[in-house]
């Protein structure tokens, strides 16, 4: 297939890319820095172009002619909600419309499980007590602009799939870790992880901060997981990229 996948260079885009190309996918990456990791130029099947997700222009040169599209750019760099909607929500919402015009056929959204972050960050006396897990039709609780630009784009996206042919399917990845997949490539800059692994191997005592509960998901796992939804025929669905076991 070709593969559109914007934010590739990324920690978690890195490891998609490659493991599409393990399977001898044909892939074009949007970053804004092409040269971020110059592993990624050395293979034939791998395009890469300059852009921003902001670049709405851009958007109908490079979805042309896609198969699917895999959207993992994020551009949440604000802290008042219309700069968030105006940086992130509607480059989502605009690509989805250009890839509808291209005939793209699938279209893969990288959304967050903060889309429900409100249940455990909210005041404990405003917390949904009833809800106990949160699963894949579990109602959107946002509580931050991150977990708002998720939520929307997510309803965008559903609303697309049932006004258009394009089949749309959503994922929730959980704290992502790993080291880089390509020389040069970014790894995960949250220190949870990291941490806890230092305190294990130190055998010292391992600090955690109350209700800052997650699941840790390898990066390479991760990517399988779009592989094989990409690879699929399913509509409308959301998958949680999350480990296998839990513990909280």
Not at 49 to 67: A, M, P, R, Y
Request: charged share 20%.
């Amino acid at each position: 297939m070709k593969v559109l996948v914007t934010g590739g260079t990324g920690f978690i885009g890195s490891y998609i890319v490659m493991e599409l190309v393990h399977l001898n996918h044909n892939v074009t990456i949007l970053a804004r820095n092409p040269n971020k990791v110059m592993a990624l130029h050395k293979f034939k099947n791998i395009e890469i172009i300059k852009g921003d997700i902001t670049d709405t222009k851009l958007f109908e040169q490079i979805v042309k002619g896609k198969d699917a599209c895999i959207h993992i750019a994020l551009n949440y760099t604000k802290e008042i909600g219309w700069e968030v909607l105006m940086d992130d929500t509607l480059p989502t919402v605009f690509l989805m419309g250009t890839a509808v015009k291209a005939n793209v056929k699938h279209f893969i959204y990288t959304s967050s499980t903060a889309a429900n972050d409100s249940l455990y960050m909210a005041p404990e006396e405003e917390k949904d007590k009833t809800i106990k897990s949160v699963t894949s039709t579990t109602k959107q609780h946002p509580a931050t602009f991150y977990g708002a630009t998720k939520a929307a784009s997510e309803n965008f996206l559903m609303a697309q799939s049932y006004l258009s042919p394009m089949r749309v399917n959503i994922i929730r990845p959980g704290y992502t870790f790993g080291n880089p997949v390509a020389e040069g490539g970014s790894i995960q800059g949250d220190k949870r992880f990291e941490n806890i692994v230092k305190s294990a191997l130190r055998n010292e005592k391992i600090s955690f901060v109350k209700n800052d509960g997650t699941q840790f998901i390898w990066a390479g796992d991760l990517a399988k997981l779009y592989s094989k939804v990409l690879e699929s025929r399913f509509n409308r669905k959301t998958y949680f990229g999350l480990s296998r076991k839990f513990t909280t």
